[in-house]
T-cell receptor, first 112, second 113 residues
Framework: GQQLNQSPQSMFIQEGEDVSMNCTSS?????WLWYKQDPGEGPVLLIA?????ELTSNGRLTAQFGITRKDSFLNISASIPSDVGIYFC????????????FGQGTTLQVKP | KAGVTQTPRYLIKTRGQQVTLSCSPI?????VSWYQQTPGQGLQFLFE???????NKGNFPGRFSGRQFSNSRSEMNVSTLELGDSALYLC????????????FGPGTRLTVL
């Protein structure tokens, strides 16, 4: 099925470091969403973006909707051990007829 | 407010069998979407139900089907199971189907032997 290109696939960082991940698509999206999934749980929505160029924060998390509408970025500042998990981007737009398309995920590990 | 619940949490079946998974949405939510999550393909949309009607469908074979009841609870069925159907099946509910208002359940882990 159609997917977004999310990178990196995994990251192993030291506590306190900043983290960046991104998603790119060949299609234009009207909405970008970022989720986090903990083991044994379903994804939880972190940030939703609705407009090209939009920059939105949620605590230590900041996400941006790319101006081309084909990409999005998520930054986590001053990482802590509980940031461990899998982060997914997801996009929604008229070109994919109402379906939410997910990236492959970025697995984040934080060393205390 | 109780979250989205899915039953069973774990299931083991053999090839050729069929399986039914259940999802109870958050009270007041009328939209239920189903997703398949595998290591190879990631999260893929299966279908969405709203007020007992299928409103959207992903690119899965006809062996995958679903339904929604008048109390918004939903079931999905997979017939003639294949090894590749082994996955985590997630359901998500929302009031009207808006993705930014969607809450996911913990999933049902299906293993096909």
């Amino acid at each position: 099925g159609q997917q977004l290109n999310q990178s990196p696939q995994s990251m192993f960082i030291q506590e306190g470091e900043d983290v960046s991940m991104n998603c790119t698509s060949s299609s234009i999206f009207n909405t970008w969403l970022w989720y986090k999934q903990d083991p044994g749980e379903g994804p939880v929505l972190l940030i939703a973006l609705y407009k090209a160029g939009e920059l939105t924060s949620n605590g230590r998390l900041t996400a941006q909707f790319g101006i081309t509408r084909k990409d999005s970025f998520l930054n986590i500042s001053a990482s802590i051990p509980s940031d461990v998990g899998i982060y997914f981007c997801a996009g929604y737009g008229s070109s994919n007829t109402g379906k939410l398309i997910f990236g492959q995920g970025t697995t984040l590990q934080v060393k205390p | 407010k109780a979250g989205v619940t899915q039953t069973p949490r774990y299931l083991i079946k053999t090839r050729g069998q069929q399986v039914t998974l259940s999802c109870s949405p958050i009270s007041g939510h009328r939209s239920v979407s189903w997703y398949q999550q595998t290591p190879g393909q990631g999260l893929q949309f299966l279908f969405e139900y709203f007020s007992e009607t299928q409103r959207n469908k992903g690119n899965f074979p006809g062996r995958f089907s679903g339904r929604q009841f008048s109390n918004s609870r939903s079931e999905m069925n997979v017939s003639t199971l294949e090894l590749g159907d082994s996955a985590l099946y997630l359901c998500a509910s929302s009031t009207r189907g808006s993705y930014n208002e969607q809450f996911f359940g913990p999933g049902t882990r299906l293993t096909v032997l």
